[in-house]
């Protein structure tokens, strides 16, 4: 099904019932050209949720085909994480599994490390065997290959190298590539930073594109990446959907999520078809049922048939106005791709979960999300800019909220939640 942007808005200004006669025609439409086997893609989120209970309750016969792939990246809400496991207990019974990040297959060095490595390598002149024609970095272990030993047993003593074996947990994507910031549009480059250092002050490729030399400006003064979701979800998820022979997923994707899966939806309708070497000639495909549907469609589907939620979907604030804000989303715990925007997921977090912001805030995001602060003011001074952001975190307002202007009102409700421990993330 191809359908113009019009179209789609006018489908989803359908009823529900309309809407889930779509969904079940969809998964209908891609049960018939399942050859091995089906799953679901799981977050423990509402979406996801509303449609395992309708391939429950309109395809039954399949319910022991089905695999339930719920991914664990490490850093999930505890009441989502919750929720998951006692939903797979009760729904799944015995095909649910918890795709978690991947482990370093040899020993590497942490960014700080790197970073001190590559400065040898500039004084001794040792770099250039190190880059590409064009100035590019070969690739991170060539950088840490030239190591020198006297280095090397420094970063041992300092605890810089990360051991083969290391889980690829958010604390590792952090280091090796930055932090979550910003949208998916925004973090271009997929490369661990010491690649991105090495292209910043050596490649002879950058454009003339005003937009792009903006871009690595940014890069210059702010470590963020986007690297995460690909490693803490996509990967461990393909992976396992490789062991479990897997030829068509079903994700609970709504095309009113944003522009990008409008996009996806008009171009490849509910579903697609695309390649995975463990099928051989065999395709995989790619359905997202309730893609028409809204928000209000998934909590009217819920009332009507009593579908259980997870509580994190319950918490929130009461702004200066006494309007009561509602998490409207689960997802990664630490992610700050949204700052952008009031009530982000972060500024939510501060407020839901002050103790999980806390951890993340301290160990490197608010110093980050300053330095885009300062990097959009282009120049222009703030008096926060003499005080070391960690001095700044339990101040109030909080200057982390958003990062593209001064938040000047600050009504914060608490709960005494759980602290968040990042060694076991």
Same mark, same amino acid.
């Given at each position: 099904m191809y &359908?113009?942007?019009n179209d789609l808005q006018i489908e989803q200004s359908r009823d529900l019932d309309y809407k889930i006669n779509k969904a079940v025609e969809a998964i209908r439409s891609a049960l018939v050209v399942c050859k091995h086997r089906p799953a679901i893609a799981f977050s423990g989120g509402k979406d996801s949720t509303v449609l395992w209970h309708i391939i429950l309750t309109y395809f039954p016969e399949w319910a022991n085909r089905f695999v339930i792939i719920y991914g664990n990246t490490g850093v999930e809400y505890p009441e989502c994480l919750k929720f998951a496991r006692q939903l797979g207990k009760e729904w799944g019974k015995g095909s649910f599994y918890e795709a978690t990040p991947e482990k370093t297959e040899r020993e590497g060095l942490k960014y700080e490390a790197?970073?001190?490595?590559l400065n040898y390598l500039i004084t001794t002149g040792g770099i250039k065997d190190a880059l590409k024609d064009d100035g590019k970095l070969k690739s991170t272990a060539t950088l840490e290959n030239a190591c020198p030993s006297h280095l090397r047993q420094k970063f041992e003593k300092e605890r810089l190298i990360w051991p083969e074996g290391t889980t690829k947990n958010y604390w590792w994507c952090i280091d090796q590539y930055g932090w979550p910031l910003l949208g998916k549009a925004a973090s271009k480059l997929k490369a661990r930073r010491i690649n991105i250092d090495c292209f910043l002050q050596f490649s002879e490729s950058q454009s003339d594109d005003p937009k792009l030399l903006a871009y690595y400006e940014l890069l210059k003064q702010v470590k963020f990446s986007q690297a995460c979701c690909d490693i803490l979800k996509k990967e461990p998820s393909e992976c396992l959907q490789v062991k479990l022979n897997v030829d068509v997923i079903f994700k609970g994707l709504m095309a009113a999520e944003s522009r990008t899966r409008q996009t996806n939806f008009v171009s490849r309708g509910y579903l697609f078809k695309s390649h995975r070497p463990h099928l051989g000639n065999d395709p995989f495909w790619h359905c997202n049922p309730i893609s028409i549907w809204t928000d209000d469609d998934i909590w009217a589907y819920i009332k009507r048939f009593n579908v259980p939620y997870s509580?994190?979907?319950? @918490?929130? /604030?009461t702004d200066g106005d006494g309007k009561y804000h509602k998490i409207k989303r689960n997802g990664c715990v630490g992610c700050g791709t949204d700052l952008l925007y009031p009530n982000n997921h972060m500024a939510m977090l501060r407020r839901t979960?002050?103790?999980?912001?806390?951890? /993340? @805030? *301290?160990?490197?995001?608010?110093?980050?999300? *300053?330095?885009?602060? &300062?990097?959009? *003011?282009?120049?222009?001074y703030s008096l926060f800019d003499m005080f070391d952001a960690k001095d700044l975190i339990e101040e109030r307002p909080c200057i982390f909220d958003r990062i593209d202007r001064l938040v000047m009102v600050d009504d914060t409700w608490q709960e005494d939640v759980q602290a968040f421990d990042p060694d076991a993330a």
């Open positions: &359908i113009s942007y790197q970073q001190k490595v509580t994190l979907y319950d @918490m929130g /604030f979960h002050p103790k999980h912001w806390e951890t /993340f @805030m *301290r160990k490197g995001m608010a110093e980050e999300i *300053r330095n885009i602060q &300062i990097a959009k *003011r282009k120049g222009q």
